[in-house]
């Protein structure tokens, strides 16, 4: 009955060790039996130098905007359609195709689309500030329950502690499972118990500011 995080200090051991622990709490029907699979967008986490560079932006990859500007709103999310010396050439879901100003590179975020699955019963880290499909503000870093899921991808995600219902899209995109994260992540959030996951492949990752802040 007690709440619980596990601190690691690489995403891809904090990954593999989620799988893990969603194989456990599926056989112990912790989670429902309904499956569905959402898009997620990681963020690339680059400088404004190198958002700037069209060589670092690629085919596929996503944009959104942190601020209005000419022909975009704040928010919005474009996919890279082609990245030459001549441009960046985004499209958005309409299929309207623009130029990306990479003069303004503070004003977007760079991300690369991955997958989520997701059962009732899951926990998820929000990754990026928002507003859910009610205008209810999402807070980045805030650790919310999924209530129910939907065969169309919509979502209803409840607080632990305030029990307040939060509702998205299945295009929303800023979630993570919310088992495992690093300790920079883990600052901040109250749950009753703390694991930490450091094994040997982890090493290259660690240093003692990262496992005093873990611990």
């Known amino acids: 009955g007690?709440?619980?995080?596990?601190?690691?200090?690489?995403?891809?051991?904090?990954?593999?060790?989620?799988?893990?622990i969603r194989q456990k709490l599926r056989a112990?029907?912790?989670l429902?039996?309904?499956?569905?699979?959402?898009?997620?967008?990681?963020?690339?986490n680059l400088t404004e130098a190198e958002k700037s560079d069209w060589r670092n932006l690629r085919e596929g990859m996503h944009v959104q905007f942190n601020q209005n500007g000419p022909g975009f709103k704040?928010?919005?999310v474009w996919t890279v359609e082609s990245s030459s010396e001549k441009g960046v050439r985004l499209k958005d879901e309409n299929e309207v195709t623009t130029l990306l100003p990479l003069d303004r590179s503070k004003d977007f975020e760079l991300y690369q689309q991955s997958q989520?699955?997701?059962?009732?019963?899951?926990?998820?880290?929000l990754t990026r500030n928002g507003f859910d499909q009610q205008n209810k503000r999402l807070n980045n870093g805030e650790l919310l329950k999924v209530s129910s899921v939907s065969k169309k991808?919509?979502?209803?995600?409840?607080?632990?502690?305030?029990?307040?219902?939060?509702?998205?899209?299945q295009d929303y995109g800023h979630l993570a499972h919310a088992y495992c994260i690093t300790s920079h992540a883990s600052q901040g959030k109250t749950v009753d118990e703390v694991f930490?996951?450091?094994?040997?492949?982890?090493f290259p990752a660690t240093d003692a500011k990262q496992f005093y802040v873990s611990v």
Do not use: C, M
């Open 2 to 20: 007690k709440s619980a995080l596990v601190v690691s200090p690489t995403h891809q051991q904090g990954e593999e060790l989620t799988q893990a």
């Open 28 to 30: 112990a029907k912790q």
């Open 32 to 44: 429902g039996k309904k499956e569905i699979t959402l898009p997620r967008l990681v963020n690339l």
């Open 74 to 76: 704040r928010g919005s």
């Open 116 to 125: 989520l699955p997701l059962s009732k019963g899951d926990w998820v880290r």
């Open 153 to 169: 991808g919509e979502l209803v995600l409840q607080n632990r502690l305030s029990k307040t219902k939060f509702r998205l899209g």
């Open 196 to 202: 930490i996951f450091q094994p040997a492949a982890t």
